[in-house]
């Protein structure tokens, strides 16, 4: 079992960055694939970026893709998600999830373990 944990939300101006982080406790972080995932207000939540055990793999949904980057350091046990050049369509709760898969999956159903999610606020 994994417990996750987010930070590094907030209000941010259109054209401005965050970065997202995820401490994991529990099991170590190297026995899982990590994502992150977002929710905007009445919408599905979606996959944005996922990474694979040892960071050989790397996937982002087309919408982040070219200005989001993930990262982890196992070490530390943590995930990382750099968000630059923001735009409104970007707020959302951003959760972290774990999954036991060595592959980067897209699908949420198919991680096992969720953060509580911090919200990301970008203004235009």
């Known amino acids: 079992q994994v417990q996750l944990v987010e930070s590094g939300g907030g209000l941010v101006q259109a054209g401005g960055s965050l970065r997202l982080s995820c401490v994991a406790s529990g099991r170590t972080l190297s026995s899982w694939t990590m994502g992150w995932f977002r929710q905007a207000p009445g919408k599905e939540r979606e996959f944005a970026a996922g990474?694979?055990?040892?960071?050989?793999?790397?996937l982002y949904a087309d919408s982040v893709k070219g200005r989001f980057t993930i990262s982890r350091n196992n070490a530390k046990n943590t995930v990382y998600l750099q968000m630059d050049s923001l735009k409104p369509e970007d707020t959302a709760l951003y959760y972290c999830a774990a999954d036991y898969s060595y592959a980067v999956r897209t699908t949420q159903r198919q991680y096992d373990y969720w953060g509580q999610g911090i919200q990301v606020t970008v203004s235009s």
């Open positions: 990474i694979s055990r040892n960071g050989g793999d790397i």
